[in-house]
């Protein structure tokens, strides 16, 4: 089971990025999977995640209104779509799945990790 996110970047406050989870070996749909973020000198935090059973979404109040997670079982694909971007927002951008459809934005309740994939809002 391997997770690969990507689409991280520098973009510059009030800009957009989405980013990408791809998995190979499962099939992403059966599972939750939420996007967590590390900056520098904190710990990591959910940011969002979605529930395989019925399609529930959970934001964590920073980026609420700001973020939007959705998947596409066809490419097997999760995504974040990140708009209004704030300096606030930089960090490292990791996708995590659990073993159960049950999402939430507890670290450790994940089991599979991908590598990482830097965001930095800046001008």
């Known amino acids: 089971v391997q997770l690969q996110a990507s689409g991280g970047g520098l973009v510059q406050p009030g800009g957009s990025l989405r980013l990408s989870c791809v998995a190979s070996?499962?099939?992403?749909?059966?599972?939750?999977i939420a996007w967590f973020r590390q900056a520098p000198g904190k710990e990591r935090e959910g940011v969002s995640c979605?529930?395989?059973?019925?399609?529930?979404?959970y934001y964590t109040d920073s980026v609420k209104g700001r973020f939007t997670i959705s998947g596409d079982a066809a490419k097997n694909t999760v995504y974040l779509q990140m708009s209004g971007l704030k300096s606030e927002d930089t960090a490292i951008y990791y996708c995590?799945?659990?073993?159960?459809?049950?999402?939430?934005?507890?670290?450790?309740?994940?089991?599979?990790w991908g590598q990482g994939t830097q965001v930095t809002v800046s001008s």
């Open positions: 995590a799945r659990r073993r159960t459809s049950v999402a939430t934005r507890t670290r450790s309740d994940y089991n599979y």
């Open positions: 070996g499962v099939t992403l749909d059966n599972y939750a």
């Open positions: 979605i529930n395989s059973s019925d399609g529930n979404t």
